[in-house]
Nanobody
């Protein structure tokens, strides 16, 4: 069973920055990609960013392009989400997802990000 642990959330003023981390317990090198999603109260979960575990190709939601950056540290089995120029509409629970090479998804518990205006 793969476990994901997120950290780095918090309260920040608009225009500020936060860096989220997600560490996976997977040591079998079966990770295919890792991604960040977010879910605000009363809204559906939405995609934020994804990174391929091998090669490092990335993709972003239009709403965060130019402000957020996803990266990874293979040695630490950790993926990061650097969030700059945060806006109140970025307020949500941010969840980490891992997809294995077999296509199985795993989710973390999430970390709260609150941006005040």
């Amino acid at each position: 069973q793969v476990q994901l642990v997120e950290s780095g959330g918090g309260l920040v003023q608009a225009g500020g920055s936060l860096r989220l981390s997600c560490t996976t317990s997977d040591r079998t090198f079966s990770s295919y990609s890792m991604a960040w999603f977010r879910q605000a109260p009363g809204r559906e979960r939405e995609f934020v960013a994804v990174i391929a575990w091998r090669g490092g190709a990335t993709s972003y939601a239009d709403s965060v392009k130019g402000r957020f950056a996803i990266s990874k540290d293979n040695a630490k089995h950790t993926v990061y989400l650097q969030m700059n120029n945060l806006k109140p509409e970025d307020t949500a629970v941010y969840l980490c997802q891992l997809i294995t090479t077999a296509g199985n998804p795993y989710w973390g518990q999430g970390t709260q990000v609150t941006v005040s205006s």
